[in-house]
């Protein structure tokens, strides 16, 4: 299973003379694939099970809480500018959270192009505008009503299965999330098929409530870890990236790791001590969310090593 763009659910529009591609409500990242060229480093594991990474998600939900039509009976033909949420939605950054993927959960948005389900599928339009209600005034500017709606395009049912606070040590906002959505979307021959993407929702607060700012999407690919060996797993990226290619590592302490977070920590040869945070994705590859260094006066910092700045330089 690959997870690809749908061609009519790219909505794109100018902006700086750049073009901006949404998906559910989101900004999509293009994904990078480093060039093979970077590193002398055998791409393949003959011990290796590349099954595990054919294989979706069997998480549970998060986006679990339930609305049902008392919820939803007030806002029947309204427009998103005529609706005014409950604050008690909007009162933490994790409640306001999964109140919006749980509002989105049963949205869809199926074309006669993108077809599934067989008749009405949840609560169709319904959720859209409430949920547009989510996000603060600067993002709901940048995304207009009609993209973010138009961003939803082939998609009957979103998952929310990961959710994870990124470190943020000196408490400045916006506060940002790492989450991972699986969606139930239409196609072409009309049999709904499984995607996955993954990024960082940026939180803000107004006044004493807790809007959405930013999203950032990725796509996640199914064909590429399995035969590409090093690349997928956390301990790999470190060894090679910053290890082989920066000269960073003098020691690699054990990795920690908790559900699907993975700490790895090393002490480097510039004489600081570095802390990287893994997610793993369904597709069983290792994302870098966060890289930390500890300061004189022992308290993680937030840093950012490009290790492709290391391989241009050995050039």
């Known amino acids: 299973m690959c997870v690809v763009f749908w061609r009519r659910a790219r909505l794109r529009i100018h902006a700086d003379e750049k073009k901006t591609t949404y998906t559910m409500g989101a900004e999509i990242q293009k ?10 480093e055998k791409e393949t594991n003959p011990q290796l099970d590349v099954e595990q990474f054919f294989r979706p998600s069997r998480r549970s939900i998060l986006n679990r809480r339930l609305f049902g039509y008392q919820f939803f009976d007030p806002y029947y033909n309204k427009t998103y500018a005529e609706i005014n949420l409950p604050h008690s939605l909007l009162d933490s950054p994790e409640n306001m959270l999964l109140n919006y993927f749980s509002i989105l959960r049963e949205a869809e948005n199926l074309t006669s192009q993108l077809i599934g389900g067989c008749g009405t ?3 169709a339009m319904l959720p859209f505008p409430i949920a547009y209600n989510f996000f603060s005034k600067t993002y709901q500017q940048k995304m207009p009503y009609t993209s973010y709606l138009s961003s ?7 998952n929310l299965i990961k959710l994870y606070k990124l470190p943020n040590p000196n408490n ?26 993954y990024g960082t ?8 409530l807790y809007k959405i700012d930013a999203i950032t999407l990725t796509a996640e690919d199914f064909l590429c870890a399995a035969y590409h060996g090093w690349r997928q797993e956390g301990e790999g990226v470190v060894d090679v990236e910053y290890g082989n290619w920066c000269k960073l590592i003098k020691k690699r302490l054990p990795t920690k790791r908790e559900g699907y977070v993975k700490t790895i920590d090393f002490i480097g ?3 600081n001590d570095y802390r990287f945070i893994f997610v793993q994705l369904t597709n069983d590859t290792d994302v870098l969310v966060s890289q930390l260094m500890k300061s004189k006066q022992g308290k993680w910092e937030v840093t950012h090593i490009d290790p492709t700045k290391c391989t241009e330089n050995q050039r």
């Not at 991972?180 to 499984?194: K, R």
């Open 31 to 40: 994904h990078h694939r480093r060039q093979q060229e970077h590193t002398k």
């Open 121 to 123: 599928v949840g609560e």
């Open 152 to 158: 939803f395009e082939g998609i009957g049912h979103t």
């Open 172 to 197: 400045v906002q916006p506060i940002h999330y790492f989450v991972e959505l699986e969606t139930i979307n239409g196609t072409a021959s009309g049999v709904s098929g499984f995607q996955y993407h």
């Open 201 to 208: 929702i940026s939180v803000v607060q107004v006044g004493d």
């Open 269 to 271: 040869t510039d004489g």
